[in-house]
T-cell receptor, first 113, second 115 residues
């Protein structure tokens, strides 16, 4: 079954404690990205990657890091989380064509206290 | 980035057709029109996409205006499971932004389906 798997689904952490949200896809997709979803703001792209070792900033990259060492994995790293990073996060993958379907993970609800 | 405009909310009755409109007057010639939906507590899921011609799949139909400045997602017979937020999105090659093929999200239309 084609899927994007994110972990964890829920996470409560304290300010400044480094955390990683994992994302894995099984469709051999080149394009992967991270979004955050906040009430009234919709989904905003954090980072994206068009292939292994190729990553770039999206619209709201501050406070986040990513890596793409393998094609299937695209972890999101918060080196020093702050309360304004409390949000719902989604990982997505697709082919590079703009006429391709994107697949999304189930989301990670992060709370930073 | 080309933007889309959708009504905030719509309501339908079960087993009736639903027409969800979307305006995208600044669409460029290479932008595809995508529709996604987000069920409560879930990630977005793909519904349908098209470029110029009308499209049908097992979930829905997409009607695209001749000038491509608007489109309509058609759910032929709404079910309770179709209650979700529906997003109309343009996806282009992103030449102005490092070829980032991102999905540009608005706030979508929240569809309520009455039994």
């Amino acid at each position: 079954e084609a899927q994007v798997t994110q972990n964890p689904r829920y996470l409560i952490t304290v300010t400044g404690k480094k955390l990683t949200v994992t994302c894995s896809q099984n469709m051999n997709h080149e394009y992967m990205s991270w979004y955050r979803q906040d009430p009234g703001l919709g989904l905003r792209q954090i980072y994206y990657s068009m292939n292994v070792e190729v990553t770039d900033k999206g619209d709201v990259p501050e406070g986040y890091k990513v890596s793409r060492k393998e094609k299937r994995n695209f972890p999101l790293i918060l080196e020093s989380p702050s309360p304004n990073q409390t949000s719902l996060y989604f990982c997505a993958s697709s082919g590079l064509g703009v006429n391709t379907e994107a697949f999304f993970g189930q989301g990670t609800r992060l709370t930073v206290v | 980035d080309a933007k889309t405009t959708q009504p905030n909310s719509m309501e339908s009755n079960e087993e009736e057709p639903v027409h969800l409109p979307c305006n995208h007057s600044t669409i460029s010639g290479t932008d595809y029109i995508h529709w996604y939906r987000q069920l409560p507590s879930q990630g977005p899921e793909y519904v349908i996409h098209g470029l110029t011609s009308n499209v049908n799949n097992r979930m829905a139909s997409l009607a695209i205006a001749e000038d491509r400045k608007s489109s309509t997602l058609i759910l032929h017979r709404a079910t309770l499971r179709d209650a979700a937020v529906y997003y109309c999105i343009l996806r282009g090659l992103g030449f102005e932004a490092g070829n980032n093929r991102k999905l540009i999200w608005g706030l979508g239309t929240s569809l309520a389906v009455n039994p």
